[in-house]
């Protein structure tokens, strides 16, 4: 029986590649960086990916991630690199701006609430984080939120996993199970730390991953609790 659920947030419970779009668009407005295309949003997301991916792998810091990424992406478009840290800093706060749920998101979060622990657990900055659960309504839905920042570790990390399972004491760990959008982060770290895990596919052309479920809407979380009963 599951007593708990480690929701992702970004790209399971939230669009982050809209938040993300709209962030950028405003970032370049403000610093009066001239038009951004979508082809080059595009680019830069793609490159965004590729930096986190490689924090999940342990080969970067946070702070790596958020200028690495925003200097490479600068450079190809022959923007200066010096920007790269006050528009990381207004991107921090312009995420939040803009919310938008993955199709029955809320419901199915609303519909278990009181009947498991749902817990937010996320790589995303503190500052960024903060903004946007607290803008999008989440910040009182969770139970608990865990951010990697605050813990000092980042997903797929076991020490990540393992300050969590210390905070939900009483709770084994097979009955807990990890909803994330992410192979190497969330379904890797839920792997190494020996818990259940569900990978949300969207598109519905699940990766080759070795989760334990694979769903391509979130309100299937709902049905898929009830079959490990």
């Not at 709209?22 to 009066?32: G, I, M, N, P, R």
Request: hydrophobic share 40%; with cysteine; charged share 30%.
């Amino acid at each position: 029986m599951i007593k708990a659920i480690l929701w992702d947030v970004d790209g399971t419970i939230l669009d982050f590649k809209l938040a993300e779009k709209e962030a950028v668009k405003s970032c370049f407005k403000a610093l009066k960086l001239g038009e951004i295309s979508d082809s080059q949003i595009e680019s830069y997301s793609l490159i965004n990916k590729k930096y986190w991916e490689r924090l999940e792998r342990g080969e970067l810091t946070k702070q790596e991630v958020l200028l690495g990424r925003f200097k490479e992406f600068f450079s190809s478009i022959g923007i200066d690199e010096s920007f790269a840290e006050p528009f990381n800093d207004l991107y921090q706060v312009r995420l939040g701006d803009t919310i938008s749920f993955f199709p029955g998101a809320m419901e199915t979060l609303c519909a278990l609430k009181g009947k498991v622990v749902q817990c937010a657990v996320t790589n995303g900055t503190k500052k960024a984080q903060s903004i946007k659960l607290k803008n999008s309504g989440l910040e009182s839905v969770f139970d608990k939120i865990y951010i990697s920042e605050d813990i000092g570790f980042d997903k797929p990390d076991k020490r990540f996993f393992g300050y969590v399972f210390a905070d939900l004491s009483g709770i084994k760990k097979d009955e807990i199970i990890i909803v994330g959008d992410s192979p190497s982060g969330d379904i890797a770290g839920g792997i190494n730390a020996g818990i259940r895990t569900c990978l949300f596919c969207p598109n519905g052309n699940a990766p080759d991953v070795k989760a334990d479920y694979i769903v391509d809407r979130l309100e299937k979380i709902i049905e898929l609790l009830e079959a490990i009963e």
